[in-house]
C-alpha cells in the first residue's frame, strides 16, 4: 500500500487539499444486510461453485452511491448558509486520513480490525466526507470500546492483523483481491477458501457486528453476493467490465478477477 507513503502533507493537512478549509464534515453510511438465500439443486447441493463477494460490493458503486447523498447534503448547506460557502466532497478517493477524522468526529472508534467501529452499527459503514470554509463546532471523539476481545485477530484466515491496530496488507485477502492487482502468493492461496472480492471474516468475528440493523440504502440491494465461479471463468474477459459496471467489482482488472475465480475453484470442494 504505497500509496499511503504519496502525499503526505495533504494526509496529514486538509487545507493542503482545501486551502481555504476550516471543517471536516464526517459522515458515514450503513450498508450491512443479511447473507441472501443460496440457491439449492434437487439433489441438496449448492448450484455451482461460488465465489463470495464482500458485502460492500453486493450492490450499486458506494463511491456513487456516497457522492450523490454528499453533494445534495453540500447544497444544503450552500442554502442555509450567509454568504457563499466552499464544499468539496471526498468518497475515499484523495489522500484524506478518512477513519481518523471519522473518529474524531465521534462517528467511532478504530477498532482492532483497523477499521472504525460504531456502537450501533458496528464496521459495515462506508465514510464519505465534506471539506468546508465553515467554521463548526467539534464533536467529541467516542470511546474506544474494544477492551479485552481479540475475536477479530483470532477471525483472519492469514493472519493479515499482526497484533490490535496492525495490518500486514501483503497478507490481508482484502487489500490482494481488490487492490493489489498482483497475482495472490502461492502460500496464501488455499488460505483464501471461496472469497472472490473482499473479505468480511474480521467484521463478521466481531461483537459489535452482531446486531447491526439491514441497511435502509435501496442500492446496497444485493446483485453480486456471490458469482458463480464456472460462469465467471467461461465468459469472455471482454464481457466483464460490462458486466459488472455500476458495482464495485467493475473496477477489478478481468485479467486479475479471472486469476481469483480460478483460487476459488481450486479451493472449492
Known amino acids: 500500500m504505497q500509496y499511503l507513503a ?15 478549509a476550516r471543517s471536516v464534515i464526517c459522515t458515514a453510511l450503513n ?9 439449492i439443486d434437487d439433489s441438496g447441493r449448492r448450484r455451482g461453485r461460488s465465489g463470495r463477494v464482500a458485502r460492500y460490493a453486493w450492490g450499486r458503486d458506494y463511491h456513487d452511491i456516497v457522492r450523490d447523498k454528499l453533494r445534495r447534503l453540500a447544497g444544503q448547506l450552500a442554502e442555509a448558509a450567509t454568504g457563499g460557502v466552499i464544499t468539496r466532497c471526498f468518497v475515499d478517493t484523495a ?4 477513519k481518523a477524522y471519522a473518529a474524531r ?19 459495515w459503514l462506508v465514510l464519505g466526507e465534506i471539506v468546508t470554509d465553515l467554521e463548526l463546532a467539534p464533536d467529541e471523539p467516542a470511546s474506544d470500546r474494544c477492551g479485552d476481545c481479540s475475536a477479530c485477530l483470532a477471525a483472519c484466515p492469514t493472519g493479515a492483523l499482526v497484533e490490535k491496530r496492525v495490518l500486514d496488507a501483503r497478507r490481508c485477502i482484502s487489500y490482494l483481491t481488490v487492490e493489489s492487482g498482483s497475482e495472490v502468493p502461492p502460500e496464501l492461496q488455499a488460505k483464501m477458501g471461496n472469497r472472490l472480492f473482499g473479505c468480511d471474516a474480521c467484521q463478521e ?3 459489535f457486528n452482531r446486531q447491526t440493523p439491514p441497511t435502509r440504502e435501496a442500492a446496497f440491494a444485493a446483485r453480486n453476493a456471490s458469482l458463480d465461479v464456472p460462469e465467471l471463468l467461461a465468459c469472455p474477459p471482454e464481457s466483464l467490465p460490462e458486466r459488472l459496471s455500476g458495482t464495485s ?9 479471472r486469476h481469483l475465480a480460478e483460487i476459488c475453484r481450486k479451493n472449492s470442494p
Open 95 to 98: 489522500p484524506l486520513w478518512e
Open 6 to 20: 504519496r502525499d503526505i502533507e495533504k494526509r496529514l493537512d486538509v487545507r493542503r487539499l482545501v486551502p481555504s
Open 31 to 39: 450498508y450491512y444486510q443479511p447473507v441472501p438465500e443460496i440457491a
Open 249 to 257: 467489482l467493475g473496477r477489478c482488472e478481468p485479467g486479475h478477477l
Open 205 to 207: 468475528a466481531c461483537p
Open 105 to 123: 468526529a465521534g462517528l467511532g472508534w478504530i477498532g482492532k480490525n483497523t477499521l472504525l467501529l460504531n456502537e450501533r452499527f458496528g464496521s
